[in-house]
């Protein structure tokens, strides 16, 4: 926490940060394997981008948060799971306007460990609902607002299912903490960017490995009606990886088995992680 290490229990942080009071604050998690950072540059750059379209400032060094993440992955022994970084706007007294305050940024990184290469899901598949979306409109910016989230995803597992897929005016957005993508007519589809979705790590990396293995996919807006015809369905995320999706509001999707060709982007995606990594 603001350079310093600290056990679970003795970190705390001010009442009166921001970050607590208003959710001014942004954050990535990079996925750790083998005691390593996927994509790490890719997922600094992105949290540079959230500071900036927040006026928060910041005069991070990419290295320094690096050096930072692998002392934490090694002294807590983490192999597989993630590194969380989060930056608020700081210490200051409660008040909306922000600009009169001269306070430093509140900078928090810990690490957890969590099943990425052998997570169960990615194995069977997961089941969806969808809901709409109750975001503020800048879901581009990866802040910690993420309460609707939170509800949309324990709605769902309340529901029975294991997730929620975020809907607005009858199209699909993205999952509670992933993005969507869906096989129509062979072709993979992904909603564009905009500031209606988070622009994913993973997702850019899935479309990058795609195209380099002339798997023909595109960038348009997915109707829900798409979404419960589609051949295949699936999620990326940082912890999540490719994650089959076999039902969608209670209809299975294909034939409610993992598709061909999910299988096959989960196979391409590893192969690559793992050659960036040695
Ligand atoms: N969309 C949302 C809303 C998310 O929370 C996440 C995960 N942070 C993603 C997409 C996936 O992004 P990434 O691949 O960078 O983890």
Redesign the pocket.
């Known amino acids: 926490m603001n350079g310093k290490f600290f056990s679970k229990k003795e970190a705390s942080i001010s009442v009166f940060d921001r970050g607590f009071l208003f959710s001014d604050s942004v954050y990535e ?1 990079t996925a750790v394997i083998g005691g390593s950072l996927v994509d790490w540059q890719e997922h600094f750059a992105r949290l540079i981008r959230s500071l900036d379209h927040l006026d928060l400032v910041n005069n991070f060094q990419e290295e320094d948060f690096y050096q930072i993440q692998k002392k934490l992955i090694k002294e807590n022994e983490l192999k597989e799971g993630l590194c969380y970084v989060q930056v608020t706007r700081g210490v200051a007294e409660r008040d909306f306007n922000f600009a009169k305050s001269s306070s430093l940024p509140t900078v928090v990184i810990f690490t957890q460990e969590k099943l990425i290469l052998s997570n169960p899901a990615c194995k069977v598949g997961i089941k969806i609902i969808t809901v709409p979306d109750n975001r503020w409109r800048r ?1 581009d910016i ?1 802040t910690t607002q993420l309460l609707a ?1 939170s509800l949309a995803k324990t709605h769902a597992v309340k529901k029975g299912v294991d997730d929620s897929l975020l809907v607005q005016d009858g199209f699909i957005n ?6 969507a993508f869906i096989i129509k007519d062979e072709c993979i589809v992904t909603p564009c960017l905009s500031n209606d ?2 622009g ?4 850019s990396a899935v479309i990058k490995f795609c195209k380099k293995n002339n798997l023909e996919i595109k960038e348009q807006k997915i109707n829900v009606n798409d979404l419960i015809n589609a051949q295949e369905v699936f999620l ?3 912890t999540g990886f490719v994650l089959p999706v076999i039902e969608v509001d209670g209809r299975r999707v294909g034939n409610g088995l993992i598709g061909d060709r999910v299988r096959e982007i989960q196979k391409i995606y590893l192969e690559q992680i793992k050659l960036k990594l040695s």
Not at 174 to 179: A, R
């Open positions: 998690v879901r990866k989230q993205e999952g509670s903490s992933s993005n979705i988070l994913g790590i993973t997702r990326t995320s940082a």
